[in-house]
């Protein structure tokens, strides 16, 4: 049986194409616009928009603008005068089309250029090796995400928005090994990278340690991690150190960590010994000491492990106490739970140690999206976090500050840029008692969380902390006492 032979035409797929609706070439502009862009011949993986040949924003699904409650162009953030819109459509099997147009920027009032970015230079300076609460994932390369980054015409960038009077806030991350292949703050060259695509030097970094390491018999303990903390003051930074009362590898079963044996007194010799050590250091530091405790996911949750009610406050306070005995005030004490939007976890308030033991309050949270290791479903900022904010804030401690322990947003599901944007500017206005945040800048167990994995999320972060409300790495000298709010 022959086979039938499709016309040329008939085969012949129709071509992508782009065009700006609005604005139109050589318009005057002010104020927030709204730009369109008209997508005819076939579906786009993603439309990017790009000012003066930089990316500002990636949209995936129609309609294809920028602008709007989400993603405002707001024109007062650049000189008046000429500026150059292009629209890029990004098809199938590498197809590309673009539209180019000219605008003025005519916006009432006195202007200047927009301040230029810092350079950013930093030694890396020598420190020891990691000890991970967690023994890391293998990791995959850098740059991943449901799509791949364009290749930006240069690096992306946005001019920062017009200042508003909000109260400052202290930011930073968790930095794994995918910019250098190392991790922060052992390697502080990670630390300048991603100070490099954020623009802007960071004020927190993260890092977590365990008691021991069980790696191999017999168990070892972490000792008081002096190098790195001194990598990341030096640098101008104040360290947060994520503490574990568990060993490595990890798992939710530790018989020998059941919260009975931190409160019977098993590692006081360990622990005083940490204490001693962090009192000799003498400088400040975020201690966030076993996080996530609402969770059912870390030994030291109350509903695992052999665990009973009412222990984690009980061996939180009998850390706490020790500390205290031997004068270690320059601990900053941080109790972070899991954000909780659907109300499914353990009562905050059973778990809340009391304020004489609490100096800040904290959240973690992720928007795990599409992304098929843990299809969780795409989540707003606000869905995730403004039940258990308003419940830490309004009833448990609403005299204390927060801080996020860990944040991030998968690619998959809807636009990582725009997620960005509206969490960093969410947060000083509607959020006012989160006062510092980390963003969990690595590769874990198949997550796409660092800010680096679109050149589209990457432009939104660095928009997103420009400004004073975000504060730089001015604190090397930071007086040794319990970390207050900035401001």
């Known amino acids: 049986m022959g086979h039938s032979t499709a016309s040329s035409?008939?085969?012949?797929?129709?071509?992508?194409?782009?065009?700006?609706?609005?604005?139109?070439?050589?318009?005057?502009?002010?104020?927030?616009?709204?730009?369109?862009?008209?997508?005819a011949g076939a579906t786009p993986r993603r439309v990017d928009f790009a000012i003066d040949g930089k990316v500002a924003w990636s949209q995936k699904t129609a309609p294809y603008l920028y602008g709007g409650?989400?993603?405002?162009?707001?024109?007062?953030?650049?000189?008046?005068?000429p500026h150059s819109l292009s629209a890029t459509a990004y098809g199938p099997k590498g197809a590309k089309a673009r539209a180019k147009i000219t605008v003025v920027v005519a916006n009432p009032g006195p202007q200047s250029a927009p301040p230029v970015s810092p350079a950013l230079a930093s030694q890396a300076l020598p420190g020891g090796a990691p000890g991970l609460t967690q023994a890391p994932a293998p990791e995959p390369s850098p740059g991943i995400g449901t799509e791949p980054a364009p290749a930006p015409e240069s690096e992306p960038t946005l001019a920062p928005a017009p200042e508003q009077t909000h109260l400052p806030i202290y930011w930073g991350a968790t930095i794994g090994s995918q910019?250098?292949?190392?991790?922060?703050?052992?390697?502080?060259?990670?630390?300048?990278?991603?100070?490099?695509?954020?623009?802007?030097?960071?004020?927190?970094?993260?890092?977590?340690?365990?008691?021991?390491?069980?790696?191999?018999?017999?168990?070892?303990?972490?000792?008081?991690?002096?190098?790195?903390?001194?990598?990341?003051?030096?640098?101008?930074?104040?360290?947060?150190?994520?503490?574990?009362?568990?060993?490595?590898?990890?798992?939710?079963?530790?018989?020998?960590?059941q919260l009975a044996d931190v409160i019977s007194g098993r590692y006081d010799s360990y622990i005083r010994g940490f204490a001693d050590a962090a009192k000799e250091w003498g400088h400040p530091f975020f201690l966030r000491f076993d996080w996530e405790m609402n969770g059912s996911w870390f030994p030291w949750s109350e509903s695992v492990n052999g665990n009973r009610p009412g222990e984690y406050v009980t061996a939180w306070r009998h850390v706490h106490d020790i500390f205290t005995s031997v004068g270690a005030t320059n601990v900053t004490w941080s109790w972070c739970p899991d954000v909780d939007p659907a109300h499914s976890m353990q009562s905050l308030e059973s778990l809340y140690p009391g304020d004489a033991y609490v100096d800040w309050t904290g959240l973690d949270g992720y928007n795990w999206g599409t992304n098929p290791t843990k299809p969780a479903g795409w989540r707003t900022f606000d869905q995730l976090y403004s039940s258990t904010y308003r419940e830490v804030t309004g009833t448990i401690a609403p005299s204390k500050p927060m801080l996020i322990g860990e944040i991030g947003s998968s690619e998959d599901g809807g636009s990582k840029a725009a997620w960005i944007s509206d969490a960093l500017e969410r947060i000083p206005t509607a959020y006012p008692k989160i006062r510092a945040l980390l963003w969990f800048d690595k590769l874990d167990g198949g997550m796409d969380w660092p800010i680096e994995t679109s050149g589209a999320a990457t432009a939104a972060f660095a928009a997103g902390v420009q400004g004073s409300t975000y504060l730089g790495n001015s604190f090397a000298g930071l007086s040794a006492a319990a970390i207050a709010p900035s401001g």
């Open 9 to 39: 035409a008939n085969r012949a797929k129709p071509k992508l194409t782009i065009a700006t609706s609005a604005p139109v070439s050589g318009q005057r502009v002010s104020g927030a616009v709204t730009w369109r862009g008209k997508v």
């Open 179 to 257: 910019l250098t292949g190392s991790q922060a703050p052992w390697d502080m060259t990670a630390v300048t990278k991603f100070e490099e695509l954020a623009q802007k030097p960071l004020s927190l970094v993260q890092f977590f340690q365990p008691f021991e390491n069980c790696a191999s018999t017999p168990c070892s303990s972490y000792a008081f991690p002096k190098t790195p903390l001194e990598n990341i003051r030096k640098h101008g930074a104040i360290p947060v150190l994520s503490w574990a009362s568990e060993s490595t590898p990890a798992s939710v079963s530790q018989p020998a960590f």
């Open 69 to 81: 409650a989400m993603n405002a162009l707001d024109t007062a953030s650049l000189v008046n005068g």
